[in-house]
Structure formats: structure tokens, C-alpha cells
């Protein structure tokens, strides 16, 4: 419970399956920051400069990572007379209007066998509102990088929390009574998010199509 207090190197949740878009793919996904209000600015929600968000895969059961997926972020602010996150209406991710911008350089570790930058690219920015950003979809697809030659692909940025939770369970369990559940607390909050998608063969190994997340 302590990590709360740091919300930026708080992971929510981790989800690894394999793509129903693309059968032969294996996507990964990892949260971080939970219970970020839409309009909660001014600063709204970036990534930490000073931390590594890793996805690890474990592909011959001995529990350690074999493959390490590593995120690191730096931020930019093109006007620093304002503490505003943009300073007009944004209509892509380099207009001139988005104030403050981050970017990911995504890293592939494999065990014994060195490194690989597999992408360089734009994080999606935080959603300010219609007024500031009327094409939100845009920007998020835009935020899209390919990885290894266009077979696989990354995304970092804010995304709407996926996970069903119920929070009343710290109340003496609901109320005291298990009356009162199917609540989704987290409704209505984003999280920051980095996904990757690649084919299954680059995780797995051998003929083995098992593999461990964290």
C-alpha cells in the first residue's frame, strides 16, 4: 500500500494475451498511475523520467526473466513562461499548441544476449478535454510506433482503466453485509498505459508457447 504515495512507479495491472486481431501475436499491457480524474490538471499525468517501466517474460519455466521490455521517458516543454499543459487547441502531436510533451525509447534485454532499441517515439498526451483536444482518438493513434520492420507495434500513453474493482470490499466487506457489490469503482479513471504487440515467436522459445509476464 506504501507505492500509493508514488503513483507514478505504481503498477495497476499487467495483461498478457494473445491478440484476437492477430492470432499469431501476443500482446502485453502494463499500467501505472490508477485513479487519474480526466480533468485533473494543470500538470495532468506523465511518465517518470527517473524510472524504468519493464515488462519481463519468463519463456523456460525457471520463474527469471529471459526477456526484458523496458520503457524510459524523457519530457520536453516548449514554453516554459506557462505552467499550462497546452496552450491552444492540439490537433497532432507536434502542434505547436502542446506544450508539454514526452517521449519513450523502448528497449528490448535479453538475458545473456545484450540489447536492442526496438522503437523511438511519441507518447499519447494526457486528455485535457474536447475544448483542447476535439479528435482524441487522433492523437492516441498517431502515439502508435512500429517495432522489428512493422511486425509488432508499441503504445505509451493514458488509456481508460480496463480492471472491474469494487472498492466497497475495505469496508468491512461491503457494507458489513456482502450487500452491497458490482459497483465499478474504477469507472471513469484512466491509467497511463504501455502496450506492445508482437509475434508470439519473439517472446516464446523453442516450441514452447508458454511464457510468464510480470
Known amino acids: 500500500p506504501l507505492i500509493s504515495g508514488m503513483p507514478q512507479y505504481d503498477t495497476t495491472d499487467v495483461y498478457a494475451f494473445v491478440s484476437p486481431d492477430a492470432p499469431k501475436k501476443t500482446t502485453v499491457i502494463a499500467n501505472w498511475i490508477p485513479f487519474e480524474e480526466p480533468s485533473?490538471?494543470?500538470?495532468?499525468?506523465?511518465?517518470?523520467?527517473?524510472?524504468q517501466y519493464d515488462?519481463?517474460?519468463?519463456?523456460?519455466?525457471?520463474?527469471l526473466a529471459d526477456k526484458i521490455f523496458r520503457w524510459k521517458f524523457t519530457k520536453t516543454v516548449q514554453n516554459n513562461e506557462t505552467f499550462l499543459y497546452n496552450t491552444g487547441q492540439v490537433t497532432s502531436l507536434d502542434d505547436p499548441d502542446?506544450?508539454?510533451?514526452?517521449?519513450?525509447?523502448l528497449t528490448r534485454i535479453t538475458v545473456g544476449g545484450g540489447t536492442k532499441v526496438l522503437a523511438q517515439g511519441p507518447?499519447?498526451?494526457?486528455?485535457?478535454?474536447?475544448?483542447?483536444?476535439?479528435?482524441y482518438e487522433q492523437l492516441r493513434d498517431e502515439?502508435?510506433?512500429s517495432v522489428m520492420n512493422g511486425k509488432g507495434k508499441t503504445y505509451a500513453g493514458q488509456a481508460d482503466d480496463p480492471f472491474f474493482l469494487d472498492l466497497r470490499v475495505f469496508d468491512l466487506l461491503y457494507g458489513g453485509d456482502l450487500s452491497e457489490v458490482g459497483n465499478d469503482t474504477l469507472a471513469g479513471y484512466n491509467v497511463n498505459t504501455v502496450?506492445?504487440?508482437?509475434?508470439?515467436?519473439?517472446?516464446?522459445?523453442?516450441?514452447?508457447?508458454?511464457?510468464?509476464?510480470?
Open 40 to 51: 485533473g490538471g494543470p500538470n495532468f499525468y506523465p511518465f517518470a523520467t527517473d524510472a
Open 55 to 63: 515488462i519481463r517474460v519468463d519463456n523456460d519455466g525457471d520463474a
Open 98 to 105: 502542446l506544450n508539454v510533451r514526452q517521449e519513450f525509447t
Open 123 to 135: 507518447v499519447a498526451p494526457s486528455h485535457t478535454g474536447t475544448a483542447s483536444m476535439p479528435d
Open 143 to 145: 502515439a502508435i510506433t
Open 195 to 214: 502496450a506492445l504487440q508482437l509475434p508470439s515467436k519473439a517472446l516464446t522459445a523453442g516450441d514452447d508457447p508458454v511464457v510468464g509476464v510480470w
